[in-house]
């Protein structure tokens, strides 16, 4: 089975590079195992979206902003490993609930 491929694409009008490679590298550090690459595409006009294949996982106007890095952990690992613990990232999630 092939390895996903997460886009993270950001807008270069409101200097989000910064945001995106620091995203970029907390979800390469946490699914090391899990994902064949991260690709970072500049765009305009505000966006700033997570996708997965076809999967929008985070969508800054859809969802309202940036996410906490737990909510997109959680949100990538539905994807790509669903069955695998986040360790003190699901307890939190857990407790919020």
Same mark, same amino acid.
């Given at each position: 089975?092939?390895? &996903?491929? @997460? ?10 590079? *910064? /945001? ?6 907390? *979800? *390469?550090? %946490? ?9 970072? @595409? &500049? ?5 700033? /979206?997570?996708?997965?294949? +076809? ?7 859809? +969802?309202?902003?940036? &996410?906490?890095? %737990?909510?997109?952990?959680? /949100? ?5 490993? &669903? ?15």
């Amino acid at each position: 089975m092939a390895t &996903p491929r @997460i886009e993270i694409t950001y807008c270069t009008q409101c200097r989000w590079q *910064l /945001r995106a490679q620091w995203y970029a590298g907390e *979800l *390469l550090q %946490t699914f090391e195992e899990e994902v064949g690459e991260i690709a970072l @595409i &500049p765009a305009t006009g505000g966006v700033f /979206r997570v996708d997965i294949g +076809d999967k929008r996982v985070w969508n800054r106007k859809r +969802d309202g902003g940036f &996410p906490e890095i %737990t909510e997109l952990k959680r /949100r990538v690992r539905d994807v790509i490993a &669903p069955g695998r613990s986040l360790g003190h990232a699901d307890g939190k999630a857990a407790a919020a609930e």
